[in-house]
């Protein structure tokens, strides 16, 4: 009985350190899902010196900070992440997330080369770990098109690794392409790539949208009716096209009924993932009243989107106009 109580005490002892952890995990977990990130923050930097080597601490730390904003607290985690799995593509990911954040919100030309260089570094790791891993695929393409020069961007790397997203998401992979065409002002080509996803059949309902912002930078509004329309008729749930609709035809100077029938319609079935916001609509509908020389309605409109959006300018300036 003496030898089964110590086995007994022994095992106990061996297993309360993990206990204590799961506790720990289990609590942070909760934090994060409530969205208590500063609380998370709290506990886990708190255990971190007892379980500096736990994944799913440092995981959860590092999302922490970056809920926070704390990224250079998030990079050093996540780096630490890194070293505990040197094969995991995500952790990878994350740091160069954690650095692009990071570089986005410094003003320090120091601290943009030295957080670019982490981010393409961790981005490009993850890519040799797992060549499929699509967010790392698309943020490495867009810095490299979007980076200055100087910094290291370069459409042509961009419209590279456009091409390797396609072998394993083609949506994504041609939207991509697109976007990299849209960049250096190359139209036409974009436009081709949205209409060669539709020939093959590549799901995507915003592709006739998509056609038609292209079509709005090139100033066609005509076309970018056209296919705003198409873009309702083949998915009518699709209210952004509504929208693009309004805003083409308060360029285009016509079409002012269709288009306010189009907006309203935009405005009553709009819901929170919509884009874009509800202000935007009434801009527009101002717009429109405003070319129809119906100043009662357009004032009505310009105050609305300054009522749901109190520091909109384009709003405020339109209502000067009148």
Known sequence: MKHLLFLFLTLFILKAPAFAQNEIISKAEDLVKAEEFVQ???LLENELPNYSNNEQLLLLLGKS????????????????????????AEYFYLLGEASFEALSNTSSIFKMSTYSTKMKSAMSKALEIDPSHVNARIRLSNFYLNAPMIAGGSSKKALEHAQILKKYDPNLGYQLMASVYKEQEEFEKAEQIYLTMLNEGVEEKRLYYL??????DQKDYEATMDYSEQSMKAHPEYLTAYYQYGKAAAY??????????????????????????????HLRLGQIYSLQENTTA?????????????????????????
């Open 40 to 42: 998370a923050v709290s």
């Open 65 to 88: 900070y970056m809920e926070t904003q704390d990224y250079p607290k998030a990079i050093d985690t996540f780096s630490d992440l890194t070293k505990v799995d040197n094969q995991n």
């Open 211 to 216: 056609i038609s912002v292209v079509k709005f």
């Open 252 to 281: 285009a100077g016509k079409n002012f009924d269709t288009a306010l029938s189009h907006l309203n319609y935009f405005l009553e079935h709009h819901h929170s993932e919509t884009s874009p916001s509800i202000h935007w609509a």
């Open 298 to 322: 357009a004032k009505q409109a310009f105050n609305k989107a300054i009522e749901l959006k109190p520091d909109f300018d384009e709003a405020k300036k339109e209502l000067k106009k009148l």
